[in-house]
């Protein structure tokens, strides 16, 4: 069974900073598209960013451009997402996801989540 943490969630005032971390114990993720989701109350989930296993290439979608970075250590078996500049609408559930395919369309692993609360 594959277990997919991650970590770094929590209640940050509006233009405040966050980072999260993923990491599996099972799997060698440099060897995988890693991706990171939310989910919104009454929303559905959307992908946030992917880091493809591809010539590093990545992925953030526009309303994250420029605040979000997806990014590796693979020394570490680790995925980060700085989240900067947050806004109350970046509140929701955040879940870490790994892909075998070159992006994050479909992922096979899904993390437990983590609240990322912005509130003044």
């Given at each position: 069974q594959v277990h997919v943490v991650e970590s770094?969630?929590?209640?940050?005032?509006?233009?405040g900073s966050l980072t999260l971390s993923c990491t599996s114990s099972e799997l060698n993720?440099?060897?995988?598209?890693?991706?990171?989701?939310?989910?919104?109350?009454?929303?559905?989930r959307e992908e946030v960013a992917c880091s493809s296993y591809?010539?590093?290439s990545t992925?953030?979608?526009?309303?994250v451009?420029?605040?979000?970075?997806?990014?590796?250590?693979?020394?570490?078996?680790?995925?980060?997402?700085?989240?900067?500049s947050l806004k109350s609408?970046?509140?929701?559930?955040?879940?870490?996801?790994?892909?075998?395919a070159q992006w994050c369309n479909q992922p096979d692993y899904w993390g437990q989540g983590t609240q990322v609360t912005v509130s003044s």
């Open positions: 770094g969630g929590g209640l940050v005032h509006p233009g993720l440099d060897s995988y598209s890693i991706g990171w989701f939310r989910q919104a109350p009454g929303k559905e591809s010539e590093g992925y953030h979608l526009d309303s451009k420029g605040r979000f970075t997806i990014s590796r250590d693979n020394d570490k078996n680790m995925v980060f997402f700085q989240m900067n609408e970046d509140t929701a559930i955040y879940y870490c996801a790994i892909d075998r």
